[in-house]
Nanobody, 126 residues
Framework: QVQLVESGGGLVQAGGSLRLSCAAS????????MGWFRQAPGKERDFVAA????????YYAGSVKGRFTVSRDNAKNTVYLQMNALKPEDTGVYYC???????????????????WGQGTQVTVSS
């Protein structure tokens, strides 16, 4: 069992930056592949970024590549999402998620993930 708590959201102007954190609790939390998703009002929850448990591989949605960076500190059981050059279309609730199964990591598939945080709101004003 893993519990996830996101933080770091807020209101920022276009072009600004935010860093989201996702703190994971659980004895084996550091062994989970992690993902970030976001959901805008009235829309589906979409993949943003993901990182393998070791941190050796990272993945990004095309819309955020080059602007967002996912990283993790397994000693702190925390995953980060550094968001730069924010745009109004980045607005939404950001969720972190954990996946602990063996096999292929289908990082962009929402069904891959077993545990979800409660989300943190990011609002980018124009």
């Amino acid at each position: 069992q893993v519990q996830l708590v996101e933080s770091g959201g807020g209101l920022v102007q276009a072009g600004g930056s935010l860093r989201l954190s996702c703190a994971a609790s659980g004895r084996t939390a550091s062994r989970y592949d992690m993902g970030w998703f976001r959901q805008a009002p009235g829309k589906e929850r979409d993949f943003v970024a993901a990182i393998t448990w070791s941190g050796s591989s990272t993945y990004y949605a095309g819309s955020v590549k080059g602007r967002f960076t996912v990283s993790r500190d397994n000693a702190k059981n925390t995953v980060y999402l550094q968001m730069n050059a924010l745009k109004p279309e980045d607005t939404g609730v950001y969720y972190c998620a954990a996946e602990g199964r063996f096999g292929v990591f289908s990082y962009s598939d929402i069904r891959t993930y077993d545990y979800w945080g409660q989300g943190t709101q990011v609002t980018v004003s124009s």
